[in-house]
């Protein structure tokens, strides 16, 4: 009843029952055994000290180098009458089997206080590795600010999952979330806004109502912290040049438009205000950029490039010396001019920088990952133009499209993109298969992340976020590890994973029908 599902699972004799006597055998993992203590001493009450020998009644965590053939994340978990064992490469693998080892205790692991519960295991041989190094989950805490509180359950319900990326897309119009030191406006001006829509974005109806807030960089690095313990990393993303207005709001000299400054943007959509093509306001980029870095130590920076009008461009002598100094055709070209002074900033920090599919043929750097978005045809068009792939395609990742076509769904976004798709059903979603056919089988680059996208214009609190969320979730979790199973099989193992979900306090749509007031 695991999800997702392993690639190897078969029944052993007899069973395993923790114990007060329970100890963790784990020389080379000190880090996995405080992992599996954090996660089961407070709902069980059981010690699960440390021991120096293996033997009965222990759980021994392996770091068996010479596994090549579990990858970087695989493991191997053995469940008997005397104890567990699991073995992997490395600290990666043997974080995933203490999870997996979770999903084997009863449901009530998850709960935070069940200590009368047996807590026995079933005998059992695993053999387990993901296909997809990046299995991730895009946040948009841009349009509405959610505590860390609850991105820290976010990280848990990923973990859960097996899953190994958490996307925050830390900036928007409506409001930019991430403490810069150096330009404070940022979040004292930007992080505010006065208003927000009210009903459809559509309707163009006000709440009137304030909303606001912004992670302090100490905040921040707490969360990353917390992630990196659970084996789960944390990607920034700073998107430009576009989706801009509240730090051009903060500083109107970023805009092309200095003596008409904008507002932090009041309404959902894609604003025509963005950067304008000026040295400094590269140099402002890069301040910021240093300062994300030195927060996030992961490999990788999300840059953006999405939805860039260039109405401002095509009006700006700026825009247009910019064009001429560079010898690019036209605004177009701009998109890629910007994205590349970006990019180069943070590959000379030796990060990696992703991209939005906008860049695709933009003349992006070659080593930047591109996350297909815009259909599932663009992920052969990303690898076709030199680039590692994310498959993230709206039609079947977007997790803020309705899950029904149901009246009694919650306000859920009814844009070009989602009206075109319809809803995405949590059987769409477990149906989609992310490797594009048709490629040459020598084509350098590959596909190597599947990511599902949490946009939040229509979820303003965790509850309607993790509504939306779940349990579509557990069907990207099963895709991006690469073991699909029948669709029958899934929601047979998918009953037992909802019990999971009630023990640990997620809020989940329920497999029948809508169950949050809209």
Known sequence: MLIPRPVSISDSAGSFALTPAT????????????????????????????????????????????????????????????????????????RWAVQTLRQLLPVEAYAPDRRDVPWTVTGVSIVDTPRYPWRGLLVDVGRWHKPVSWLRRVVDLLAMHRMNVLHLHLTEDQGWRFEVRKHPRLTEVGAFRRASPRGHETENR?????????????????????????????????????????????????GNAPDDPPEVWTRFGVSDRVLNVEDGTVAFVRDVLDELMD???????????????????????????????????GPADLLGWWIRQAAAHVT??????????????????????????????????????GHDVIATPHEHLYLNYPASDAASEPLSIRDGYAAAHGPTTLDHVYAYRPQPAGLPSDLPTRVVGVQANMWCEYAPTPDRAEYDLLPRLSAVAEVAWGTPDSLPAFHTRLSTHLRRLDAAGYRYRPLDGPGLTP
């Open 23 to 94: 100890a963790i055998h784990a020389p080379d993992a000190p880090e996995v055994a405080a992992l599996l203590r954090e996660l089961l001493t407070p709902v069980t009450g059981l010690p699960l000290p440390d021991t120096g020998t293996p033997g009965p009644d222990t759980i021994a965590l392996r770091v068996t180098p010479d596994a090549t053939d579990l990858g970087t994340e695989g493991y191997r978990l053995e469940v008997s009458r005397s104890g567990v064992t699991a073995a992997a490469p490395g600290a990666a693998g043997l």
């Open 206 to 254: 006000s709440d009137d109502t304030p909303h606001g807030g912004f992670y302090t960089q100490d905040e921040l690095r707490d969360l990353v912290a917390y992630a990196a313990r659970r084996g789960v990393t944390i990607v920034p993303e700073i998107d430009l040049p576009g989706h801009m207005q509240a730090a051009i709001a903060a500083y109107p000299h970023l």
């Open 295 to 329: 927060v996030f130590p992961g490999p990788w920076i999300h840059l953006g490039g999405d939805e860039v009008p260039l109405t401002e461009w095509e009006s700006s002598p700026a825009a247009a010396r910019r064009i001429a100094a560079e010898g690019l055709t």
């Open 348 to 385: 000379r920090a030796g990060r990696r920088p992703v991209l939005w599919d906008e860049l695709v043929g933009q003349h992006a750097p070659a080593d930047a990952v591109v996350m297909a978005w815009r259909g599932h045809d663009r992920i052969a068009e990303g690898l076709l133009d």
